[in-house]
């Protein structure tokens, strides 16, 4: 499969070059695909964000180099730290211990090896999805700064649900709309960085509607979206099935933008039905 061997080549042009500057750029391009497509594949794929990975092979080797006698001043330079201080922080942190303890060969380290990727046989699990266009629409609502890294965002975000539900937002948004209040809202997820992005819980803002200053507007442009069906709303089930399964063969990227978690029906009923909206773009 032509995805697998551009992502491996993309993993062998970073291994060689941990010790000195690592594009991101570059590596997407060797994957065939934009930055952001690959940075996004990459943290469902591999289960952490690409700096992570990146950092944790770097204080590897570093540890290796150490062992074999390099001086702290000069491996902490190698892999790309301003001052043997900041490296020794973050050497400590991964490791647990500090670099010149690592001459006491009773010391234990930790060893993240390198990552390739290869296809894994699942069961015929069919996902229904349909491409469509939009136009340009606003969305309103309150966002929260959520880590990329997955296992820390999977407690902020039930956190900031709780949050909302306490400050009765999603009552609130409702009443603006004219809806039941047990409704649900909609999640947009935008502003992707390497340590975070936005978490809005949100519902669409229509022509005319003014809304509040606890609220932040949300402007969406036009786009090619690809739609997923979620009907047991097993969100981060299906976004790792999005990354591992469907974009690797379909011929499409993912455009740097706003996504969404859709969700339909009354919580009070029992209906409650989901979508995923990624922006997308056919490959060139």
């Known amino acids: 499969m032509d995805w697998l061997t551009h992502m491996n080549e993309a993993m062998e042009y970073m291994e060689a070059h941990l010790a000195d500057e690592i594009s991101y750029a570059r590596a997407a391009q060797i994957a065939c695909c934009s930055t952001y497509h ?10 952490i964000p690409l700096s992570e990975y990146i950092r944790r092979r770097r204080l590897t080797l570093a540890a290796f180099a150490l062992q074999k ?14 001052s043997p201080e900041a490296f020794s922080r973050a050497f400590k942190k991964l490791h647990g211990v500090s670099p010149v303890e690592v001459r006491d060969r009773s010391i234990s380290l930790k060893a993240y090896p390198k990552m390739t990727f290869s296809i894994t046989i699942k069961g015929d699990v069919e996902m229904n999805y349909r491409i469509t266009q939009r136009e340009a629409f606003r969305m309103f609502g309150v966002y929260a700064e959520i880590s990329t890294d997955q296992k820390i965002a999977f407690g902020q975000i039930p956190q900031f649900f709780e949050k909302c539900d306490e400050e009765r937002i999603p009552d609130e948004i409702n009443a603006l709309l004219g809806r039941f209040p047990d409704n649900h809202t909609i999640s947009a997820l935008y502003d992707y960085s390497e340590k975070s992005f936005k978490y809005m819980l949100c519902q669409f803002l229509p022509k005319g509607l003014t809304v509040g200053e606890k609220f932040t507007v949300l402007d969406v442009p036009a786009a090619t979206w690809a739609v997923f069906d979620v009907p047991d709303c097993e969100m981060q089930t299906m976004w790792g099935r999005i990354w591992t399964e469907w974009f690797p063969s379909s011929g499409y990227e993912t455009v740097e933008g706003i996504q969404f978690e859709m969700y339909y029906g009354l919580a009070s009923h029992g209906n409650v039905t989901g979508e995923i909206w990624v922006p997308v773009r056919k490959k060139g």
Request: charged share 20%; proline share 0%; net charge positive.
């Open 69 to 82: 006698g390099a001086k702290v001043i000069d491996t902490a330079l190698k892999f790309g730290y301003e």
């Open 38 to 47: 690959f940075q996004r594949m990459f943290s469902y794929v591999a289960g």
